[in-house]
């Protein structure tokens, strides 16, 4: 997951409380997410939902609210629907949401994603178990996107994002190539990077990459 500043005011067509999927919605969403699925964090997916975060089950409020509108894939909402209702909230200031959950990309694309809750409360183990979920089952719900099309997806960020550490670390590299590489590294570490929580996590757990990119990824606690 990765941090949303969600922009206010709300999109003016919420108020006439006839659509939650009006033009201005949509775009101020996909501004805000960063055109990423907040929970698997693909980019530009197939197909992309207005996700109610709690569940509205017909209540009015629920239902037009902008705090509860969120960005999301149609295969997160699928998992998701009304047995998810307690997710950590990446809009919200107070949740570290990278800290709280370890993403560990597969080391191959047919190999499991490993998700980890490094917080002991509901809400994160809940979060955790649901990504893990999207990336590893399949459901009936929607044969396009896959679990093998995740993880290969997924894997092949991953992959390039190793490449450019490798050419870092490779004493055969020459000075403008490692250069190079500690830019691309930077340059993946950003917010509207795919996966961003799989990157980061990688320099979390290494010393030397943490190095790199310690001014450029949020701060612990924020
Ligand atoms: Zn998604």
Known sequence: MFKVARSF????????????????????????????CYICETQEPLSLNVEHFVAHEGDEELTYSWNNLFLSCARCNNFKRHHYNNLLDCTDDRVDVLRAIEHIAPASP????????????????????????????DNTGNKRVTSAYMKKRLFSEYATFIRYVNAYIDQNTIKEDRDRAVLHIRHMMRDA??????????????PTIYALVEDVIPMAGA
């Open 9 to 36: 005011p709300p999109p003016a067509s919420l108020a006439a409380r006839r659509s939650y999927t009006g033009d201005d919605v949509l775009e101020a969403l996909n501004r805000d997410f960063l055109g990423k």
């Open 110 to 137: 047919g190999a499991k994603v490993r998700v980890i809750a490094r917080l002991p409360d509901e809400s994160t183990r809940s979060t955790a178990e649901l990504i893990c979920r999207i990336f590893n089952e």
């Open 193 to 206: 990077q795919q996966y961003s929580a799989f990157l980061r996590w990688v320099a979390l757990n290494d």
